[in-house]
């Protein structure tokens, strides 16, 4: 049964997608007392998201998450674009300097499931039936408005609030923040289905033909993603309409080695920004905050990504180790990211689906003999290459059993006992890393704070509550 909300909290989540999950699972790691609530009763089975990027995993695995999501999906090796049966140009994944050298192929609904239970075993609940009806500033956070199943209204005190809740989000509409941007003219059909593929089963294959674009993609116990460009408006596709695009647009022999339809649905295109990332004691993350075309599968991965971000920075302003304006990072480091995002999908969603199919082909097809271009596209869409401000270098991951989502200082064997012991009555983990040229300290999610020679490691300690 779902437990009555309480009269206040120090973070109210709005929106248990992929993003809102994460949120939920870096607060509860970080001790911050929050509620998560979800106007759905229950996770929808019809969703877009169906890949996870290496920096995901990297990230999710220091809540504990990224194992069991691995364990529930299909990695490849590579993402592939082909011209029908000719292949364009191929992206290998597994010289990628991380513990996750592949592409997950993952439905969302199992994504959410993963986070979902990985948020229960952290003593943490998703408030379902439970819809936000209205929202007040006060002087002190927000004042929220939250509808049960049986109708009646619970108001909820809150520090900070955040908007998981989509592409229509409700946060969003309250703050006040312009949600700039525009529809593309491209609508995709997104089908999963069942498949005897004598292909490559860990390859994500973009298959490029005068009907357009579509995508293949493996997915776990024998079933594909398959996602094709239709005409706006169309509904969405039956097994006989998934096998004619199959046929029309995809390998010669796909769609008569399809089995059958588990789920199937439509997406129109959208290019959207928000105008900020923060208004006061509100924030928004993932879909509520930026959206894009499918392309690359970026999406849902920047939507979590956002959630870590933000996680420790509200953790460490409410516990009193950090000023205030900490949080006004978040929109600084995550909003150029979404907007890089946003020109990327869309730039990248033009050159394969308008022109001359001629030159585009040639074009591809000439990046893909360029081993420094296929490189830097792995990284690209891994988001392994995400920079913050010039300086917030991600650190490469430790191995998955010393993984947690706190702050940790690398450092070399002669400056360890030093900062072990000044680190003796601090959250900050030290563990020895000799093959780093200087000693590191990490923030939570994974990336650089600052540095120093190893030999004065210790004094690194001092900025762990910026």
Known sequence: MTRSLPLSTDVLAVGAGPAGLALGCALRASGVDHVLVDRAAAPARHSRAAIVHARTLELLALVGAADDLVACGRPGATVAVHSRDSVLLSVDFGGLDTPYPFVLGVPQEATERVLDARLRQLGGVVHRSHALVDVRRQESGVTAMVSDAEGVVHSVRARYLVGCDGLHSGVRDWSGIPFRGHTGPQTFALAEVEMDWPGALDAFTYFLSEQGTLLLSPMPNGRFRVAARVPCGSPAPDLAQVRRLLDAGGPRGAAERVRGLDVSSTWQVQYRLAEAF???????????????????????????????????????????TAAEALLDTYDAERRPVAEGTLAFTERVTEVTTTGSTAMRDDVLSALGSTPRFTSWLANRLAQLDIRYDGSAERVRPWPTTQARYGWSLLVAAEGVAAARAAAEHTPVLVGRADHLPQAVLVRPDGYTAATAPHAEAHRLLGRWSR
């Open 278 to 320: 923060r208004a006061g004691p509100v924030f928004l993350v993932g879909d509520a905050a930026h959206v894009h075309s499918p392309v690359g599968g970026l999406g849902m991965n920047v939507g979590i990504q956002d959630a870590l971000n933000l996680a420790w920075k509200l953790a460490s302003v409410l516990d009193g």
